[in-house]
């Protein structure tokens, strides 16, 4: 699998990065600046995805980290890559964020919604990585239905009901093309662990 | 949670879309050792992070990571935390303003006391120092003039000195209540006149002792005033070698002296031992 390039420079590498999150266990804070510098444009950019506003996702992205930092003690590799942890951390700080009620009052009044939520769908994926390309022309192969499914879960966080409402869809029918678009995504992309 | 609900539902864990109860479920179930369901979480875990790398590339500011870092040793560090916990939030500035301005008002006050106490204790001393200047120098002008008083006495007799020569003068009319003594060296060389109830003189009259000697006009061995008790002494410092004092006398003479008595004469008395013979 290609390693997605972080916003740092840093490339991820899940034994390196699984043994910062070991040294945090010992309370080494260097190994956290080490895991930050490698991960912070990763973490910022997928909140800002999903939140909208560099202030949200400037909170979500220390948040993350201090998170990481606190529990450092309970990763699993056999669960997933330090990359995958961090992303579901992250993933649900935001989607939480905008499920909180000062982000909806703040939505209704207009004042967030100012980035792009994301290049996949958008088209604007000039300056996007080889790896980043990769990734949208496997979403762009799949069925409408199943990518649309996918863009409101993913890019927009919202909950199935959220995307049932959206598209004027069965419950039930989100879940099961969100289950398939996932399956035949992975696919395209020969995710295997 | 049922297996296969779970199982439907780890693609939208991962995603994080899940509320609340179905997100703490799944967790339980994996949580129980599921390797199916653990299989899988890996496999959309790794899509997740492949899917972020679409979202449009940003920087952090810098500050994230100092707040990041400076929260991390606050918890890290407990010692310092409450330092930095403080310099965190905004009431807590004004709490260390308020100290800060509280302890310096406090710093101020108390060396305003301070300087003001220390300028009043130098003060103090000063005047202290100067008071005890005076006063040494005004007792070391005493111990000189006692020193002068105590050098004229030097040659002075001592009663009980051996061979010691005592002569009472009486009082003469109309002054018959005074009286003296001259106590005298054997050789007479040096002397000492003690007067009684003798009257103040005038302003411009002094009292003169006279050595009386025989067959030759008296020879004047001194000035005196009395005090207001009536009582003086002289003291007879150095009588002239080789004058065969038979008796003293004292008479009142224009101040400053005369070479011969020519006023009234108070007190009178002769060395008996000359009168003797001896």
Redesign the interface.
Known sequence: MVKPKTEAGGRMDATRDAALIHRMRDRDETALSELYDAYAGFVYSLARGIVRNDGDAEDITQELFFRVWERAGTFDPSRGSPAAWITTMTRRLAIDKTRSRSYQARAREASIDVVPATAAVDGTAAVLSAEANQVLDALNRLDEPYREVIRLSYYEGLSHSGIASRLGTPLGTVKSRLREGVVQLRKLLDIKT | MDHKIAY??L??Y??????EGE?AAVEAH?NDGCTVC??R?????????????????????AH??E???A???M??HPARSRQRAEGASPGAWLRVAWGTAAVAVAAAGFLLWQTTALRRQVEETNRLLAATTENTNRMQNEVASLRGELDKYRHAPVLGEPGVRFVSLDGMEPNRQAFGNVVTRPDKSAGMLYVYRFPMAPEDKEYQLWGLRDGKPPISLGMFSVNTDGTAMLNMETIPAGEEIVGFSVTIEPRGGMPEPTGMMYVKGMDPMEEDGG
């Open positions: 439907e539902l693609d939208s991962v995603f994080g879309i899940l509320e997100r994996l653990s299989a979480l890996r496999e959309v875990s790794e899509l997740s992070v492949r899917l972020a790398a679409t979202v449009p590339q940003a920087e952090p500011p994230v990571k707040r990041l870092m929260r991390v040793g918890t890290h």
